[in-house]
């Protein structure tokens, strides 16, 4: 079994900063995907951002050039850079870590922006 917690939600002002992080303990060899995910009030949960095997990095079209995905050495932590937060933005942020073996998510973090 892998665990997956998110931290770094909270309250930010339009335009603010916000890094997300994902710690992956338990069963923690052979991920292929790591990504986020976030779900707003009476939405679906869309993919926001993923690193694919072989590094490959993409993002939905609505947060390019503002958020960036990044992984640690060890391949067990994967972090989220928020920058030029909207509105639009506002949701729970999920971690999601496919793994060989499996598919595991993390409870969700709050993200809410707002002035």
């Known amino acids: 079994q892998v665990q997956v917690m998110e931290s770094g939600g909270g309250l930010v002002q339009p335009g603010g900063s916000l890094t997300l992080s994902c710690a992956a303990s338990?069963?923690?060899?052979?991920?292929?995907?790591m990504a986020w995910y976030r779900q707003a009030p009476g939405k679906e949960r869309e993919l926001v951002a993923r690193?694919?095997?072989?590094?490959?990095?993409e993002y939905v079209d609505s947060v390019k050039g503002r958020f960036t995905i990044f992984r640690d050495n060890a391949g067990i932590t994967v972090s989220l850079q928020m920058t030029n937060l909207k509105p639009d933005d506002t949701a729970v942020y999920y971690c999601n870590i496919v793994a060989s073996y499996g598919a595991y998510w993390g409870q969700g973090t709050q993200v809410t922006v707002s002035s």
């Open positions: 690193i694919m095997p072989g590094g490959t990095i």
């Open positions: 338990g069963r923690i060899y052979d991920f292929r995907t």
